[in-house]
């Protein structure tokens, strides 16, 4: 069995989220420029959680490094780690590692069991041929009749063909 841990609260995740957009913003910028970060917190002064960082990074009216970096500390890196290290542990618990994707170990996936396919085979009303397919119903004029729907692939996309059949010919497909 792998390691447990405590799943981060979505405010955690939606922290981080914020933190590392105001980064990415920041980073657009010098911000030790007084005339840069002035127009970044002019921009940025009607956000309302941007406002809330903003306010810490600065001395008595510019930017500085310290106050960033202490602004990370004390609300941002413990957070930033459980996020992380939660990925982590899931990654080795859940996750197939010898792929680069993110798929089931097959040891789960096996357990993920899916709705069964069953398909229907019928004789077509207006040729006569056999169609293999998803035997549903519908209405055509007042009557209700039985048909295959067969699902096509195409360059642009899936779709559906649904073709009336002969209820009396209505037998499950191999």
């Known amino acids: 069995m792998g390691m447990r841990m405590a ?4 405010e955690h995740v939606d922290t981080l989220r914020r933190w590392m957009q105001f980064n990415d913003e920041l980073c657009k910028i010098d911000p030790t420029n007084e005339f840069e970060w002035n127009g970044f917190k002019e921009d940025w002064e009607d956000e309302e959680d941007f406002v809330k960082i903003i306010k810490h990074c600065e001395d008595d009216r510019c930017f500085t490094w310290d106050y960033f970096m202490d602004y990370y500390q004390s609300n941002i890196s413990w957070i930033h780690m459980r996020v992380i290290f939660g990925f982590e542990v899931l990654v080795d ?41 998803f035997f549903t119903k519908k209405k055509v004029g007042g009557l209700i009749v039985p048909v295959i729907e067969v699902y096509k692939e195409w360059d642009t996309g899936d779709y559906m063909e649904t073709y009336e059949i002969d209820g009396a010919t209505l037998a499950y497909a191999d």
């Not at 799943?7 to 979505?10: G, L, V, Y």
């Open 7 to 10: 799943k981060a609260p979505q």
């Open 93 to 133: 618990n859940v996750c197939d590692p010898n792929i680069d994707y993110l798929e089931f170990r097959p040891e789960i996936k096996k357990f993920l069991v899916e709705e069964p396919v069953v398909k229907f085979k019928a004789k077509r009303i207006d040729t006569g041929d056999w169609v293999t397919g």
